[in-house]
């Protein structure tokens, strides 16, 4: 009984943290519920832009009409509901974590949501408006473009995954240098084989025009450069740490 008393708390714990954390969702959707409509047409602007004048994007389903602005817009609420997400997560691990893993965990999921929401951002910004305008203008004369909404909220939420993990590169490479999994030499050795895997990350997660690919793929480059940058900064503010340690 005594055994299972730490275990009981634990899950008790867990349930009261994630039922905050579906709380603070629920109440984030229900706030912008008003605006759905609103949200759904700003997410489809960078498309509706690049359209021949009259033309529009269609619904096949008769529920479609409804649900894809809802789904768009529990995705906004998702993401502005993060901070609090974030918070019971890090409330329920806190306890079980030393020191030096707070002082690592805290900046690394701050820059985690913050890198994940600046390659939403690049997507909508710079890449839709380039992959959009690529399709418009290869679209063959006589052929209405007129996507299915729900295709493209599909389409656009891939490209967003895509590119928000994309643009979490640097914190991976931390992790692995940080955890003795590589070291920064290695790191820079592999330089050529990191760009020619970008390359390809890149032609395989981007419609088939070389400029969308190329704005993945040097973005993916530079924030490895930039991993290597962050990891060795830490290594060498460690080691000064411990070395003052040390000498004292």
Same mark, same amino acid.
């Given at each position: 009984?005594?055994?299972?008393q730490?275990?009981?708390a634990?899950l008790?714990?867990?349930?009261?943290?994630?039922?905050?954390?579906?709380? !603070?969702? !629920?109440l984030?959707?229900?706030?912008?519920?008003?605006?759905?409509?609103?949200?759904y047409?700003?997410?489809?602007?960078?498309?509706m832009q690049?359209?021949?004048?009259?033309?529009?994007?269609?619904?096949?389903?008769?529920?479609?009409?409804?649900?894809?602005?809802?789904?768009?817009?529990?995705?906004?609420a998702?993401?502005?509901?993060?901070p609090?997400?974030?918070?019971?997560?890090?409330?329920?691990?806190?306890?079980?974590l030393?020191?030096?893993?707070?002082?690592?965990?805290?900046?690394?999921?701050?820059?985690?949501?913050?890198?994940?929401?600046?390659?939403?951002?690049?997507?909508?910004?710079?890449?839709?408006?380039?992959?959009? !305008?690529?399709m418009?203008?290869?679209?063959?004369?006589g052929?209405?473009?007129?996507?299915?909404i729900?295709?493209?909220?599909?389409?656009?939420?891939g490209?967003?995954?895509a590119?928000?993990?994309?643009?979490?590169?640097?914190?991976?490479?931390?992790?692995?240098?940080?955890?003795?999994?590589?070291d920064?030499?290695?790191?820079?050795?592999?330089?050529?084989?990191?760009?020619?895997?970008?390359?390809?990350?890149a032609?395989?997660?981007?419609?088939?025009?070389?400029?969308?690919?190329?704005?993945?793929?040097?973005?993916?480059?530079?924030?490895?450069?930039?991993?290597?940058?962050?990891?060795?900064?830490?290594?060498?503010?460690?080691?000064?740490?411990?070395?003052?340690?040390?000498?004292?």
């Amino acid at each position: 009984m005594t055994d299972s008393q730490p275990l009981l708390a634990h899950l008790i714990e867990l349930r009261t943290r994630l039922v905050r954390a579906l709380i !603070g969702l !629920g109440l984030m959707f229900l706030g912008l519920f008003h605006w759905s409509g609103d949200i759904y047409h700003l997410l489809a602007k960078p498309l509706m832009q690049v359209l021949p004048a009259g033309a529009h994007m269609i619904a096949t389903d008769v529920t479609t009409p409804f649900f894809v602005p809802m789904k768009v817009t529990m995705m906004v609420a998702f993401v502005l509901a993060l901070p609090n997400t974030l918070y019971q997560i890090w409330a329920f691990v806190a306890p079980g974590l030393y020191a030096h893993e707070k002082r690592l965990i805290v900046p690394l999921i701050i820059s985690s949501v913050l890198l994940f929401i600046t390659g939403m951002a690049f997507a909508y910004f710079l890449v839709f408006p380039v992959v959009f !305008g690529f399709m418009s203008a290869v679209t063959p004369e006589g052929v209405s473009m007129m996507t299915d909404i729900d295709n493209y909220l599909s389409f656009v939420l891939g490209m967003f995954i895509a590119f928000g993990i994309t643009f979490e590169v640097p914190v991976v490479v931390v992790l692995l240098v940080r955890f003795g999994i590589v070291d920064i030499a290695k790191l820079k050795e592999a330089r050529p084989y990191v760009i020619v895997g970008a390359f390809i990350v890149a032609a395989v997660v981007t419609p088939p025009d070389v400029l969308s690919q190329v704005m993945l793929a040097v973005p993916l480059w530079l924030l490895f450069e930039l991993g290597v940058v962050v990891a060795g900064w830490i290594g060498k503010s460690e080691t000064t740490r411990a070395n003052a340690k040390d000498a004292a």
